[in-house]
């Protein structure tokens, strides 16, 4: 039972509505994955789901819920960043590219080693 005053779900209770959600969630797959029939096979390979609600919500015509948003929320970071910031979360985004950042980090490493070493 949740607490009728002062609690934290009371601020997440914001005006998201599900266009609002649908209309999000398709921007950050297309921004991933574009729009085209490849991205909505995509989308079908990951979830299960039919084609027609792969591309509704692509489109943003509808949104995804419960275990669908979960499983795109693992299998794209872009996803994942909207949900974050949807949730008033946003600046734990750093955390889904710290991976990225840190291969990033391991190839400049190796150029300047083998620079240090061709000036020897």
Known sequence: MVPKSGSQLRNLAFSLSESVLATQIGEALRSELGASRRATKTVMRWTGV????????LHGRASPS??????????????????LKLTGRGELE???????????????????????????
């Open 94 to 120: 750093i955390g889904l590219r710290l991976k990225e950042i840190e291969a990033d980090l391991e190839r400049l490493l190796t150029l300047v080693r083998d620079a240090y070493l061709r000036a020897d």
């Open 66 to 83: 419960g275990l669908h948003l979960v499983t795109l929320a693992a299998h794209s970071n872009s996803v994942m960043s909207t949900l």
């Open 50 to 57: 039919s084609d027609r609600s792969a591309q509704a919500w």
